[in-house]
Nanobody, 133 residues
Framework: QVQLKESGGGSVQAGGSLRLSCSTS???????????MAWFRQAPGKEREAVAS?????????TDSVKGRFTLSKDTDSHSLYLYLQMDSLKPEDTATYYC??????????????????????WGQGTQVTVSS
């Protein structure tokens, strides 16, 4: 059972930056390092959407609306895997609750990462990002 914990949310003005962090606990870092790790977001009244994902091969996929503005990266130490989402040039439409999510390595049409909520087994509790105009 993988536990995910997010941090780094907050309130910024449009054009500003935030960095979200997600740390893992539970299985060994070597095991989790093979998982698909992703950030989702959900705005009020909208469906949860995949923002960015990183698979076991290091392939990163971004949703079109954040390409060129958000950067996904990963780091590990002996205790945990850390997934970061650097968010620059933030826009009011980026306002949402951001969730870290993970699933074990499985192939989805040639990709080691799914883009569907239902395929992710593990979720963090979410961190709020608010961007004001």
């Amino acid at each position: 059972q993988v536990q995910l914990k997010e941090s780094g949310g907050g309130s910024v003005q449009a054009g500003g930056s935030l960095r979200l962090s997600c740390s893992t606990s539970g299985p060994s870092v070597v095991t989790v390092d093979n998982y698909c790790m992703a950030w989702f977001r959900q705005a009020p009244g909208k469906e949860r959407e995949a923002v960015a994902s990183l698979d076991r091969l290091g392939t990163t996929i971004y949703t079109d609306s954040v390409k060129g503005r958000f950067t996904l990266s990963k780091d590990t130490d002996s205790h945990s895997l850390y997934l970061y989402l650097q968010m620059d040039s933030l826009k009011p439409e980026d306002t949402a609750t951001y969730y870290c999510a993970a699933h074990p390595p499985r192939l989805y049409g040639g990709s080691w990462c799914s883009r569907r909520n239902d395929d992710f087994n593990y979720w963090g509790q979410g961190t709020q990002v608010t961007v004001s105009s």
